[in-house]
């Protein structure tokens, strides 16, 4: 029998949350929704599934400090905490992870799992990771939880399904018949009505085997890249010098374009737990209790004649907010952002300025 891994990708910046969420400090790392990180979250959700020992946490240089700190209670192994020198997507983090798990369990059997949801039902939850690996360890494919819409979304991307493939445990695992980038609204709604459509939520489960072939035949050049880091495994080398030093040549592109939208052997498990990637501060409500008015607040926080407003405060500083409607109002001990709610998905423009600005670099 193979080990069971889990990998948890933990490098993405969380930019929409500024200014709370920071270069060294995104959103994984903080109680967006809840008391604790989502990246504590995430590992407490997989701790039925795998030992300490066989859950690796793929970061960023910037945030290695604050994801070690986090994974301390967990008490993953400090080997198991790796940090990429620089961002090359997922496809490149997917790599690495195989070389890593395959240098513990040359026919280990894999996830990888994003560190920023949230998801409530964690019975279900681990349910549905328990058939998605025995999908994987049935068969040499690529298996993914595609999660159940709820709406058209247009924010995500969406997985076809096919015929059925298994029925393991009794659940229905079905072959993929494409993968489609985010839709416009009224092609969103024409995958609703369908029925045959689950959005993409980055959720991957395969054997060692499975991503190196792979990646020799679908991505050669990322293959031949990381095979630096394969060979210091196998020799116990120390993995930091050899990562600093092939980074930066590794082409940069999604697991999605260089793996799962060229292969035929890919299958889909529909969710049955409730998702959200919590994707932007908006979002963050449908986890709060709002007041009679609607306002959701945290920290020293107050709304008087308003409705629909999103206040948060740190650092014991009062943010009060008079006669305005729908509002996200979030104040850090050194920055403070004012915007509607409708314009939430604007931050990212917002932060090309302050990174433009006379020492801005302080503010990200």
Known sequence: MSS?????????????FWPQSRAHRPKHLLPVVGTTPLLAQTLDRVRPLAPAKNIFVITSAAQAKGVAAVCKKFRLPAANIVAEPIGRDTAAAVGLAAALVGARDPRGVFAVLPADHVIHDTRAYAGDLRAAFAAAEAAPVMATIGITPTEPATGFGYIQ??????????????QVRRFVEKPALAVAKKYLAAGDYVWNAGMFFWGVPVVEAALARHAPELHAGLAPVRAALAAGRPLAPVLKKIYPALPKISVDYALLEKSDNVVVLPSTFDWDDVGAWPAVVKHCAPDAHGNVTRGHALVEQGRGNLVFAEGGHLV???????LIVVHTPDATLV??????????????????????ARWL
């Not at 096919?162 to 695992?173: D, E, I, S, Y």
């Not at 009060?320 to 729908?326: E, Y």
């Not at 998905?345 to 600005?357: F, G, S, W, Y």
């Open 339 to 360: 915007c509607p709610k409708g314009r939430a998905q604007d931050i990212k423009a917002l932060l090309k300025r302050v990174e433009a600005a006379q020492d801005g």
């Open 161 to 174: 399904r096919g015929k059925a493939w298994k029925k393991l445990g009794g659940r229905t695992v079905f």
């Open 4 to 16: 069971r891994f889990i990998v948890i990708i933990a490098g993405g910046k969380g930019e929409r």
């Open 320 to 326: 009060a907010v008079l006669g305005a409607d729908d």
